[in-house]
């Protein structure tokens, strides 16, 4: 199977259409306490208003509304177009780009988002990096990755179900997360950038008594494509655990970093 990083998998596959991605994203509607993240961003972000906005590995675009709200003029990019194409109208100035080589001028921008993106980046130094390039002094990112504990009980269902099929491929890349870079690895990038680094952590519990929801995210995922009987058994799985103890409850877990030069 292709890796996470491979680009013409990610445009051709995984991300060729927001399917997948809202696939999984629904998982998060069972959220107890439920986390808004677009909330929780401009949040973060503070006052925007007339600030230039790239939203970097964009994908379907779910913080632009926030974002133009806030009165941000919004640059979207990612690597495919037909992500692009999935954000909701009116369409924002939108750029297909590889975050490793933005076609943006030194100093242009206020503000780089790189939420849950990283990870799919061959050399995500190399993407801060281009971050910290096009943002002015003034600037700032906001950053997000998936922290340790991320939906932990549902891998420890489907990694074993990967193996019992006699699936050998780096769980890296077949597994229901994506484990590169961990907060650790992304504060030591961006550390490396930035002068000022600051991180929260948003957990919550997912909480279904029906496997569909925990199904629908695992069959959305690589993994899915290596075995025909995979998504049975784990659908089996989880729904002999809902049996047992009246729910399946899974860990979500996102560190969110604010980063930016003194």
Same mark, same amino acid.
């Not at 989880?238 to 877990?253: L, Y």
């Given at each position: 199977?292709?890796?996470?990083?491979?680009?013409?998998?990610?445009?051709?596959?995984?991300?060729?259409?927001?399917?997948?991605?809202?696939?999984?994203?629904?998982?998060?509607?069972?959220?107890? %306490? /439920?986390?808004? @993240?677009?909330? $929780?961003?401009? *949040?973060?972000?503070?006052?925007?208003? =007339?600030?230039?906005? +790239?939203? !970097?590995?964009?994908?379907?675009?779910?913080?632009?509304?926030?974002?133009r709200?806030?009165?941000a003029?919004?640059?979207?990019?990612?690597?495919?177009?037909?992500?692009?194409?999935?954000?909701?109208?009116?369409?924002?100035?939108?750029?297909?780009?590889?975050?490793?080589?933005?076609?943006?001028?030194?100093?242009?921008?206020?503000?780089v988002?790189?939420?849950?993106?990283?990870?799919?980046? %061959? /050399?995500?130094? @190399?993407?801060? $990096?281009e971050? *910290?390039?096009?943002?002015?002094?003034? =600037?700032?990112?906001? +950053?997000? !990755?998936?922290?340790?504990?991320?939906?932990?009980?549902?891998?420890?269902?489907?990694?074993?179900?990967?193996?019992?099929?006699?699936?050998?491929?780096?769980?890296?890349?077949?597994?229901?997360?994506?484990?590169?870079?961990?907060?650790?690895?992304?504060?030591?990038?961006?550390?490396?950038?930035?002068?000022?680094?600051?991180?929260?952590?948003?957990?919550?519990?997912?909480?279904?008594?029906? %496997?569909?929801?925990?199904?629908?995210?695992?069959?959305?995922?690589?993994?899915?494509?290596?075995?025909?009987?995979?998504?049975?058994?784990?659908?089996?799985e989880?729904?002999?655990?809902?049996?047992?103890?009246?729910?399946?409850?899974?860990?979500?877990?996102?560190?969110?970093?604010?980063?930016?030069?003194?």
């Open positions: 199977m292709p890796d996470r990083t491979d680009s013409r998998y990610l445009v051709d596959v995984a991300y060729a259409d927001p399917s997948a991605l809202t696939a999984r994203a629904a998982l998060y509607d069972f959220q107890q %306490p /439920r986390i808004d @993240l677009q909330a $929780e961003a401009m *949040r973060a972000l503070g006052d925007i208003d =007339g600030c230039t906005v +790239v939203d !970097v590995g964009c994908g379907d675009g779910r913080y632009v509304a926030d974002l709200g806030a009165g003029h919004v640059i979207a990019v990612d690597l495919s177009e037909g992500m692009l194409d999935g954000i909701s109208p009116p369409r924002p100035t939108a750029v297909v780009a590889d975050a490793q080589h933005l076609p943006l001028a030194d100093a242009s921008v206020d503000v988002l790189l939420m849950h993106m990283l990870y799919h980046v %061959p /050399r995500p130094a @190399l993407a801060v $990096e971050a *910290r390039r096009v943002l002015r002094d003034t =600037g700032r990112a906001l +950053v997000a !990755v998936n922290g340790v504990r991320h939906l932990s009980e549902m891998n420890a269902v489907w990694v074993p179900l990967l193996e019992e099929a006699g699936v050998r491929a780096d769980v890296e890349d077949l597994g229901l997360v994506n484990p590169r870079v961990k907060a650790d690895e992304a504060r030591a990038l961006l550390s490396a950038e930035f002068d000022t680094v600051r991180e929260r952590t948003l957990a919550s519990t997912v909480r279904v008594t029906d %496997p569909g929801p925990v199904v629908r995210h695992a069959a959305s995922t690589t993994g899915a494509r290596t075995s025909p009987r995979l998504v049975d058994r784990f659908t089996a989880v729904a002999s655990r809902i049996a047992a103890d009246g729910c399946f409850e899974v860990s979500t877990e996102v560190v969110m970093f604010v980063v930016g030069s003194s």
